[in-house]
């Protein structure tokens, strides 16, 4: 099958990405779940925050990829291979109940993961994330596979 016109529903896959957490009272970061890449166009890392408490908190956000199923072999994403910019994934305390997205090609490597970090973090920050895909083979299952 093609890619169908005008049909958003069938033409995306959703992927677990990072469930719904609170970042305590500290800097360890949340590292997504690792997405296969085969079989896809592309993705995009989709961060949604809620409530974030600290008020001079930021929140780096890094995406590394890898052959390895494990990413034991992780380096970071060449820049060419990104859909928007680390920068602008990235956010700060200011930004309560926000969305914010990266894309990722499928050229590279195989598997891709996205990492929040926080920095000077002493309040709860809850952040999640989820990957959508654009699947080489339409339409995609439903409920997500």
């Known amino acids: 099958m093609t890619i169908q016109d005008h049909d958003l529903f069938d033409n995306i896959n959703l992927k677990r990405g990072l469930s719904p957490v609170a970042a305590t009272t500290d800097n360890t970061a949340y590292v997504s779940q690792i997405l296969d890449m085969q ?12 409530s ?3 008020a001079d908190a930021t ?4 995406v590394d990829e890898g052959d390895a199923a494990n990413l ?3 380096a970071s994403v060449n820049t060419n291979d990104l859909l928007g910019t680390l920068a602008l994934a990235s956010f700060t305390f200011a930004a309560d109940d926000s969305c914010f997205k990266i894309g990722v090609r499928a050229s590279g490597k195989r598997y891709k993961r996205v990492t929040i970090t926080p920095s000077n973090n002493t309040g709860n920050a809850f952040i999640n994330g989820v990957w959508i895909t654009a699947p080489l083979l339409v339409p995609a299952p439903n409920p997500p596979a």
Do not use: M, P, Y
């Not at 079989?39 to 809620?50: E, P, Q, Y």
């Not at 929140?59 to 890094?62: I, L, M, R, S, W």
């Open 39 to 50: 079989g896809l166009s592309g993705a995009v890392f989709a961060i949604l925050t809620g």
């Open 52 to 54: 974030l408490a600290d």
């Open 59 to 62: 929140f780096a956000v890094t």
């Open 72 to 74: 034991s072999d992780a």
